[in-house]
């Protein structure tokens, strides 16, 4: 890739309408205004972008970040430096430059598979809830087939900011192919930047960033990804299973019963992922950086003492990405989290409930509690219905209190009239929505990958009726694995919704629960 093609008049509007409406102190326009008067600005906007494109370079007067510190959490001593959050603002003129960058960059690296497949941060039909899909369907399977996973959690101590320009450049001209005016862009983009800190009225003095990627910029998430290109050699070196999201790279390998010596591959690819750091300006944060251990107890008691002696301290649980892991993938503890979080949001709802509409009051609900209940629920799938009920209460709470409706009345009837569905269905839902992307496209080729048409030894009915090979499995932790529950769940499906390759609103009956479902090409 050696020049960046112009954009028209059309595809500029449709970025600065899809950029989100954060305003920087430095713009001279609040960005809601911006937007309004967009038709005056557009042409002069138009030659400032198509300008930095050609002759690649990036405007200076754009180079520069206002840093505001806030509190991590509010409870936290305000005196403690390290109990802050810089949060990094650039101009909005600057993020549409990179948003037309970050467009082309994207196409070319997708088109020529550049990217890493077992990457999913900031990349389009990619989410944690993929990743973590993917990696808790390995650990279940390893522990359908009797062995024990063990999963460590790397963490990296300011890893954006540590980025060498030099390296980072070099990488996208050797390992990515840019050259021409397309890398003289990316060198303009990178050198020259500065910050300065504002608290209030008070700001400090401009200084030099000679670093890392820019916080707060659409680009830095891509080219973070690519600067960490190199790790994924080594994984792959030692044999070891790995995903990451962004920075957070975790690791993981299956053990059969007596059989430590793939420890020694990990703790060896460990030491080879810190000396490569080290080697890239990066540094492993060994203090925060987190080992588990999923199957048999007894098993994993073995596995734990045999890992402390080889200087990996194990835990019994951990947060990965949002979502609390258990040794025994029973997802309790996590539930128990999402329950505690939401019935104090929903308390606090109560409250104001008279004070506000009816919509806002159900869009409180939804940003609040919807968003914790759904958040990664298609882990939850095949876990006893106890646990589930535990969010169906919540749902049912928040239904009350939207409704006003009393404890002693039928909750079925009030979710009905809502077009809310229960828990359980919302699970099954979402499992038949990812498999429907991958199946067509939409979704990361690993997902794809777990799953595989069915094609019977001769020829019968069932051919060409897009069902899907159910895996083989003699445990309940296999049963609960993504793959298979996924392609049994998508199989009950009638066959004219999984031949379906439009946008269709269908209703079917699933577990005799009558439930509307859209799925999009």
Sequence with gaps: MSAFEEIDSKILEEIVQHLKSSTCYLDTLPTYFFKRVLNCLEADLLEVVNASLLSGTFPNSLKTAVVKPLLKKRNLDNTILSNYRPISNLPFIGKIIEKVVFNQLNKYLNSNGYLDNFQSGFRPHHSTETALIKIINDIRLNSESGKISVLVLLDLSAA???????????????????????????RSYLEGRGYYVSIGEHKSKWTSMTCGVPQGSILAPLLFSLYMLPLSQIMR??????????????????????????????????????????????????????VIAFGNKDEVLKVNAYLDSRGLTTKNQVRNLGVILETDLSFSSHVKAVTKSAYYHLKNIARIRGFVSS??????????????VDYCNGLLTGLPKKTIRQLQLIQNAAARILTRTRKSEHITPVLGSLHWLPVIFRIDFKVLLLVYKSLNGLGPKYTADMLTEYKPNRPLRSLGSSQLEIPRVHTKQGECAF????????????????CAKTLVTFKCRLKTHLFSCAFIE
């Design 160 to 186: 954006f900011d540590t980025v060498d320009h030099n390296i980072l450049l070099e990488r996208l001209e050797n390992l990515v192919g840019l050259s021409g005016m397309v890398i003289k862009w990316f």
């Design 237 to 290: 070196k030692n044999q070891i299973a790995y995903h990451s999201y962004a920075d957070d790279t975790q690791i993981y390998l299956a053990l059969s019963p007596n059989d430590y010596s793939p420890i020694d591959s990990l703790c060896q690819c460990i030491d080879e992922i810190n000396s490569w750091m080290c080697e890239n300006f990066l540094q492993l944060n060994k203090e925060k950086t987190e």
């Design 359 to 372: 919509q806002d009051l159900e869009k409180l609900v939804h940003a609040f509690i919807s968003s914790r």
């Design 483 to 498: 793959s298979f529950y996924a392609t049994r769940s998508w199989n009950q499906l009638p066959e004219e919704i999984r």
